[in-house]
Nanobody, 121 residues
C-alpha cells in the first residue's frame, strides 16, 4: 500500500513557476513508477508526466514538455514536479499517482487527493 499527499499548489501569474511535492508512505514506494496527472474544470483527467522507479526514465505529455520536470528522491519518499513558464491552460487539480510506468491512468493503483494550481493571465 502507498499513501500519497500532494502539496505546493497555489495561484501564480502566467510565466511564473511552481513546485509541487508528493509525499509517499508505504514500503512499495521505491518500487513504483510515480506519475502526475491533472484535471481541469469540465475536462477529463489527463496524463502530465511519469518517472521510473529508478529515476532513470521519464515521460512527458507534449503540452508540458520543456516546461515541466519530474524528479524523485527515494530516500525521502518524495516526488516533485517543477513547473516553469506556466500558462493559464495549466490551471487544474494536479494528482500524484503510484503504479506502473506509462501514461495510462488505469496502470496507477494509488492516488493522492490532489492540489489546485491556478495560473492567471
Amino acid at each position: 500500500q502507498v499513501q500519497l499527499v500532494e502539496s505546493g499548489g497555489g495561484l501564480v501569474q502566467a510565466g511564473g513557476s511552481l513546485r509541487l511535492s508528493c509525499a509517499a508512505s508505504g514500503r512499495t514506494f521505491s518500487s513504483a513508477a510515480m506519475g502526475w496527472f491533472r484535471q481541469a474544470p469540465g475536462k477529463e483527467r489527463e496524463f502530465v508526466t511519469t518517472i521510473l522507479r529508478s529515476g532513470g526514465s521519464t515521460l512527458y505529455a507534449d503540452s508540458v514538455k520543456g516546461r515541466f520536470t519530474i524528479s524523485r528522491d527515494n530516500a525521502k519518499n518524495m516526488v516533485y514536479l517543477q513547473m516553469n513558464s506556466l500558462k493559464p491552460e495549466d490551471t487544474a487539480v494536479y494528482y500524484c499517482a503510484a503504479g506502473r510506468f506509462g501514461s495510462t491512468q488505469r496502470w496507477y493503483d494509488y492516488w493522492g487527493q490532489g492540489t489546485q494550481v491556478t495560473v492567471s493571465s
